[in-house]
């Protein structure tokens, strides 16, 4: 694990991984996470596979894949080789199923993100992707960022797709009105301590009601999409401007009201106040490099 953190981030990134393995059974069976209606590639903002670029003949690396409905979607639009990481071995298990449900042809790797580049035996990918809902269990965004740099390869892009630190800072306290003022809950500004959870509700209830047993205690810090951007940019990267860029789109309606601008995508009204949900930025290792 990544050598600059104390045994107090060690600590809790340990607690993030037995929470992420008691939310495995649940999420497995959510409709959130269900490919029977939505499928795999819809799960991604259209954006995304216009940066991504075609994928016939490319690598893809997905960090923190969780449970793997996103990771089949490399796969299923013609990518030749697909990784998906994560530290939580119950999601992975998970993960494979989803995999042979669909015939897609990924491998699943067992491994906290700051141990990835010696879990996959020095290999390089042409994409390395990060998806919603990761950085903020990490506590060193620039020991990540070193990680990623040494994952890309020549000529490779990594890509970022995360939940905007202004959503993080409103907090999830779950379906919100629509007249309810946007109150900041969490600090936005990042290199404070971390904000606690101890809660058996997740984001992607099981259809049966079912809630997270067991470990239910998680820990998230906050990053900007400066500090991401500098982390990348600081590890040797080159970012892309072309591929940076925010929306005012989500994955869960957050607040009653909310429209479904496409399949599992929702967005405020225009008669409300507009905010960033999510955000995206990329960075390219140069092809000497």
């Keep these: 694990m990544g050598e600059t953190l104390d045994s107090d981030a060690r600590r809790r990134i340990r607690e993030n991984r037995e929470n992420w393995d008691a939310r495995a059974p649940v999420h497995a069976e959510s409709d959130f996470y269900s490919l029977r209606d939505r499928p795999a590639a819809a799960r991604f903002h259209p954006r995304e596979w216009e940066d991504f670029g075609p994928l016939e003949g490319r690598s893809v690396l997905h960090l923190q894949c969780h449970n793997g409905v996103e990771t089949l979607a490399f796969a299923q639009r013609g990518a030749a080789r697909v990784t998906g990481l994560d530290f939580s071995g119950a999601s992975l298990d998970v993960a494979r199923r989803n995999a042979e449900a669909a015939g897609a042809a990924v491998e699943f790797v067992e491994a906290d993100v700051y141990d990835a580049g010696a879990a996959l035996g020095g290999r390089t990918f042409d994409l390395v992707y990060t998806s919603r809902g990761s950085l903020m269990f990490l ?143 990329a960075a390219r290792r140069r092809a000497g490099a």
């Design 139 to 281: 506590p060193d965004l620039r020991a990540w960022a070193e990680v990623v740099t040494g994952l890309v390869a020549p000529g490779g892009l990594a890509y970022v797709m995360e939940f905007h630190p202004v959503l993080n800072s409103l907090g999830r306290p779950g379906v919100r009105r629509l007249d309810d003022p946007l109150v900041l809950r969490h600090d936005y500004l990042s290199g404070g301590r971390p904000t606690t959870f101890d809660s058996r509700r997740t984001y992607a209830p099981s259809r049966r009601g079912a809630l997270v047993e067991g470990a239910t205690v998680s820990h998230e810090w906050a990053h900007t999409v400066v500090d991401v951007i500098v982390a990348l940019g600081g590890a040797g990267l080159d970012v892309d401007v072309d591929r940076t860029w925010e929306t005012d789109w989500d994955v869960l309606p957050r607040w009653e009201g909310m429209t479904e601008v496409a399949p599992g995508w929702w967005r405020r009204p225009d008669d409300q106040l507009r905010v960033p949900l999510l955000y995206a930025t």
